[in-house]
């Protein structure tokens, strides 16, 4: 049976890397104001079998005396303006895409010649529109290029859902297609009628 040991722990009067990541540093400013590392300590983290590497460790001292600098505080308030203006236009690119999606999709109306199936038949339904949904998923990426597989996902579901109003438009049976907002449905109460 293997012994189970304690994780690493990092000594007092050091930070970790971690520790100053926390604090607002950056890996440039860890350059730029400590340089090299005072100790190490082993990482008690694996990935499988690989052990990684140590845990760089910094005097507190030094890294107080660092945080005290006129030119770090600037150094580090431009970093944090940085990182700021790069998750802004992270969060623009992906509401754009999104956007993007949202109107290719909107662009494709699926043509439905109601054949004669039983009630209920959904799937069936379905399936004889499978390839016309393909071949406009395979279209509307090739338009919108570089399509990830989660935007791949998103653009399938967002076609299904327009091919499912058609759908339910040609066949009063099918199931009309709902949005889902994501948002919590209340709990119907079945006692809420009874006196």
């Known amino acids: 049976m293997a012994v ?3 994780p690493p722990v990092t000594p ?6 971690h520790d100053l990541k ?4 950056t890996p440039r400013l860890i350059r730029e104001f400590l340089g090299a590392h005072d100790a190490e300590r082993p990482n008690g983290l694996k990935m499988g079998r ?5 845990v760089k460790l910094y ?3 030094r890294v107080l005396d660092a945080e005290r600098e006129e030119a770090f505080l600037v150094a580090q308030a431009r970093a944090m303006d940085a990182r ?9 690119r992906r509401a754009n895409r999104e956007r993007a999606l949202e ?3 909107a662009s494709w109306h699926p043509q439905v010649d109601a054949r004669p199936l039983r009630k209920g038949a959904v799937r069936q339904a379905r399936a004889a529109h499978a390839d016309t949904l393909d071949a406009a998923q395979r279209r509307l990426e090739r338009t919108l290029t570089r399509v990830t597989p989660a935007e791949s996902k998103q653009l399938r579901a967002l076609l299904s859902r327009r091919l499912d109003a058609a759908l339910a438009a040609a066949y009063p049976w099918f199931p009309v297609p709902t ?3 994501g948002a919590a449905r209340p709990i119907e109460d079945p006692w809420a009628d009874w006196d």
């Open 4 to 6: 189970k040991r304690d």
């Open 12 to 17: 007092p009067g050091f930070l970790a890397t």
């Open 22 to 25: 926390e604090r607002g540093w």
């Open 50 to 54: 690989r052990r990684l590497p140590p």
């Open 59 to 61: 005097a507190e001292e």
């Open 84 to 92: 700021e203006r790069a998750e802004r236009a992270m969060r623009t």
């Open 103 to 105: 109107e290719a999709a």
């Open 179 to 181: 949005v889902d907002t």
